[in-house]
Nanobody, 121 residues
Framework: QLQFVESGGGLVQPGGSLRLSCAAS????????IKWFRQAPGKEHEGVSC????????VYADFVKGRFTISRDNVKNTVYLQMNSLKPDDTAVYYC??????????????WGQGTQVTVSS
């Protein structure tokens, strides 16, 4: 079963930074694309960024390009999302998951508990 533990969220002022972690539990994430999603109150999950398994190529939603960076550490079995220049619109619960591929909006398995990011002054 593909399970993750997300962490690193918190309250930050606009313009601040956070680094989210996505630790795989019970499986090795080397062979999977890993995608970060977020869900703001009253909205559906939306894709934020994805990192491929084969060549490490990355994909970003337009609204985070230039501000967020996704990376993976296969030794630590963890994927990271470095978030800089945060805006109030980035406020959401952030989740990581395994998609069929980085262009997909669907995931395998179910959502984890996520980590709350709140950007506010």
């Amino acid at each position: 079963q593909l399970q993750f533990v997300e962490s690193g969220g918190g309250l930050v002022q606009p313009g601040g930074s956070l680094r989210l972690s996505c630790a795989a539990s019970g499986f090795t994430l080397d062979y999977y694309a890993i995608k970060w999603f977020r869900q703001a109150p009253g909205k559906e999950h939306e894709g934020v960024s994805c990192i491929d398994s084969s060549d490490g190529s990355t994909v970003y939603a337009d609204f985070v390009k230039g501000r967020f960076t996704i990376s993976r550490d296969n030794v630590k079995n963890t994927v990271y999302l470095q978030m800089n220049s945060l805006k109030p619109d980035d406020t959401a619960v952030y989740y990581c998951a395994v998609p069929p591929d980085c262009s997909s909006r669907t995931i395998f398995g179910s959502w984890g508990q996520g980590t709350q990011v709140t950007v506010s002054s």
